[in-house]
């Protein structure tokens, strides 16, 4: 069924369709109308569901981490500031293996004060043992969302849909909306293994101390990594079901291309379309979306882009002191490979600034240089500084 929805009613109605038992809401922006939404469906009927109203973020995902231990599907959605209260929690959560799926519309985090898109939020808590998908468009949104759950409850990990905050929470677009029967199909009843019982009491989370620390984050490790396999197996199945197929990352028009671009999120189809028209003046240009960033897909984007000449990492966030974050994965990626591109990171669209068509072609002529020179000048550059803003002291 085509629907004329936002970002943010996608995020809704993928969780109305999982038949979510436990909602856990905390408005902030952009994310507060999936929280708005889901309290209608409560109240109209149309979702049995807890919902419940809490004082914080922290607490949301606190009421989370309960509600998921005594083997129920949850759900929380969150931005920015929010996201990163969550922090203390979001640990706890990997680290008892719940599986906890939670939306973030990325924003951008203070100070300055900003309520714009980047997704320096989500790449700040890319440590915290939680899978993480990004989404290009509204449709990614609904079937990432209802493939988080079933990834989630089978591996025993919290899984994390990101999305561009505005460009996609508030912008409509057509979708098409999954029908209930089809949904519960792909995605049935859910039982935890390990539920918490009242009348069989005990304790979860028992101290870590050193003798048993350790084995733990490895275990964690170990599970993230192995959840690749999940992810592509969870995508092949709803694209079977849906007709929409999805991966760890996606490759557009780079079979043969010299110089490749590589980003994540909504950014993705503008790039699209720049590769479109320099494939029509003959440049070997392509590009690969980044759908999973956590695990990170480092075997893959080696195989995808090891015969490239040059690529350009375009990301909304920076790891401050080094590069961005993707860029430094990536980078990482290519140890000890037997082949490897060139590689440069281009900074942009920080606190919602607007990537333009300019910045992509002044990214693409830099790495094409790169790639016909055999050199780079300047690894990380940022795209649509204000010159005259650049050099102010505090």
């Known amino acids: 069924m085509k629907k004329f929805i936002t970002g943010n009613e996608a995020a809704a109605i993928s969780a109305k369709l999982a038949r979510v038992k436990v909602i856990s809401a905390y408005p902030i922006t952009p994310q507060t109308a999936i929280v708005e939404k889901l309290s209608e469906f409560v109240a109209n009927g149309e979702l049995d569901a807890e919902y419940m109203k809490v004082e914080s973020e922290h607490s949301a995902l606190s009421a989370c981490v309960g ?43 203070s100070a300055p004060l900003s309520i714009w898109c980047d997704q320096q939020d989500s790449v700040t808590v890319r440590d915290s043992g939680w899978i993480q998908l990004y989404c290009e468009n509204n449709q990614e949104i609904i079937d990432s969302t209802i493939q988080a759950f079933r990834i989630a409850e089978e591996t025993l990990l919290p899984v994390m849909v990101c999305f561009d905050g505005y460009i996609l929470s508030h912008t409509a677009e057509p979708v098409d909306v999954p029908k209930q029967d089809e949904v519960d199909k792909f995605l049935p009843p859910y039982k935890y293994p390990y539920s918490l019982d009242p009348e069989h009491p005990v304790t979860i989370g028992a101290v870590g101390v050193p003798e048993y620390y350790e084995e733990f984050r490895y275990m964690l490790q170990e599970s993230v990594l192995e959840s690749r396999d999940k992810i592509l197996e969870v995508g092949r199945l709803f694209g079977k079901q849906f007709g929409r197929e999805y991966g760890l990352i996606e490759c557009y028009r780079n079979d043969d291309a010299e110089v490749v671009f590589v980003t994540m999120g909504s950014l993705s189809g503008s790039i699209r379309d720049i590769v479109d028209e320099y494939r029509d003046q003959g440049e070997r240009v392509g590009f690969v979306k980044v759908r999973a960033f956590r695990p990170f ?16 990492v375009l990301e909304k966030d920076i790891s401050l002191g080094a590069t961005g974050a993707l860029f430094l994965d990536l980078s990482g990626a290519f140890t000890n490979a037997k082949r490897a591109p060139l590689l440069l990171n281009f900074i942009c669209g920080l606190g919602g600034r607007d990537v333009t068509e300019t910045q992509i072609r002044e990214a693409a002529k830099t790495a094409m240089n790169a790639a016909k020179t055999g050199e780079v000048k300047e690894v990380v550059q940022w795209l649509g500084l204000r010159e005259t803003l650049v050099g102010l002291k505090p």
């Open 297 to 312: 897909p480092a075997k893959e984007l080696v195989e995808a882009l090891a015969h490239a000449k040059a690529v350009a």
């Open 67 to 109: 509600a998921a231990a005594t083997g129920v599907r949850t759900f929380t959605a969150t931005s920015s500031q929010g996201l990163i209260l969550m922090s203390e929690i979001m640990f706890v959560a990997s680290g008892l293996r719940l599986p906890i799926v939670m939306t973030n519309a990325n924003r951008s985090l």
